[in-house]
């Protein structure tokens, strides 16, 4: 699993110096390097400003729950949280691993996972008010019909999709815990069964808990969200607004929120090569093609190499200390 891990990884880097290499060649390569100092300071807290607002909000849903978490635990489990979204395909090791590192740091399982589909949820919900809003925005510029197009084809689908889900729900959970239309004989699933009921309705009561909060708690909640990935999407349109090709920031919002997301089910870590090719498509009437090299190659910093060293950082400081505690406790 380890050197698994490892040549995805591996992969996902390969693929995203690739286009920018031969979009621009050694030339945009130097430029990132040469990157003024200053400016790199910028994308570098940027995006740590980000990683600080996730980490915040990983702790304000986990106190509402009665579970608690020093800040930097929450940053810690934050940022190997997302090294685990960025080293698998479509970010599926992301879910189990927060949850994994939460109850290794004492908070029950139901709260791990209440906490999860709560910040899930605050994510979807982010999305479903950003990109109408951002396509609005954009109404009176030169956006893109295909763009255009495509946006309101994945709300309309979204729409569609939740309704479906609110309307069968209830089928699905009857069919599932219906003792005779899965295995009637079979004690072993009847047990199994049974302890699902237990954890869904702990996580019920753990939901009712978030539901019946106070303002203050939705105004953090919203705020952190927001600037969690209002942070990590800006980092596209500081990276151009440096190089002299300024963008409107729906536009690079709606960009990324499209086309990253479209990217993942290439199997590839953080859509890696796919976004790349995706952006610099879309980006192609905005700058030449050597600064749209460089500007992915800065994107890819703020939001993937950055990631991965200070994510694979954090695990490994869990880890440690983990087994330190081990060790004592022997």
Excluded at 89 to 118: C, D, F, Q, W
Excluded at 269 to 291: F, K, N, Q, T, V
Aim: net charge positive; hydrophobic share 55%.
């Amino acid at each position: 699993m380890r050197r698994a891990g490892s040549l995805l990884i591996t992969l996902a880097l390969i693929a995203a110096l690739a286009v920018p290499m031969l979009l621009g060649g050694r030339d945009a390569l130097a430029t990132a390097w040469n990157f003024p100092l200053p400016n790199l300071a910028a994308l570098t807290l940027l995006t740590m400003c980000g990683w600080l607002s996730k980490a915040q909000k990983l702790r304000v849903l986990l106190r509402q729950i009665g579970a608690q978490l020093t800040f930097w635990r929450a940053l810690g489990i934050s940022l190997a949280t997302d090294f685990a979204f960025m080293a698998t395909p479509a970010g599926a090791g992301g879910y189990p691993a927060n949850i994994h590192l939460l109850k290794r740091a004492g908070v029950s399982t139901s709260s791990s996972a209440a906490a999860v589909v709560a910040d899930q949820l605050l994510d979807l919900l982010f999305f479903a008010a950003a990109i109408p809003l951002s396509l609005l925005a954009l109404l009176s510029t030169d956006l893109p019909t295909g763009l255009r197009a495509t946006a309101l084809g994945i709300i309309t689908l979204l729409i569609v999709m939740s309704m479906v889900i609110a309307l069968l729900r209830h089928r699905f959970w009857r069919w599932i815990f219906a003792r005779d239309r899965i295995s009637p004989r079979n004690t072993w699933w009847h047990r199994r069964q049974r302890e699902l009921l237990s954890f869904l309705h702990s996580m019920r009561l753990q939901g009712r808990t978030l539901t019946h909060a106070n303002a203050g708690f939705y105004s953090k909640l919203a705020l952190f969200t927001a600037l969690q990935w209002l942070t990590r999407y800006g980092a596209l349109w500081l990276v151009l607004l440096l190089l002299g090709y300024p963008l409107p920031f729906a536009y690079a919002l709606l960009l990324q929120a499209l086309i990253l997301h479209a990217a993942q089910w290439t199997g590839v870590p953080s859509g890696a090569g796919g976004a790349e090719l995706g952006l610099a498509a879309a980006l192609a009437s905005w700058a030449p093609a050597s600064s749209i090299a460089t500007t992915l190659l800065l994107w890819r910093y703020a939001t993937l190499y950055l990631g991965l060293a200070a994510g694979g950082m954090a695990w490994l400081m869990l880890v440690t200390q983990r087994r330190q505690h081990q060790c004592q406790g022997s």
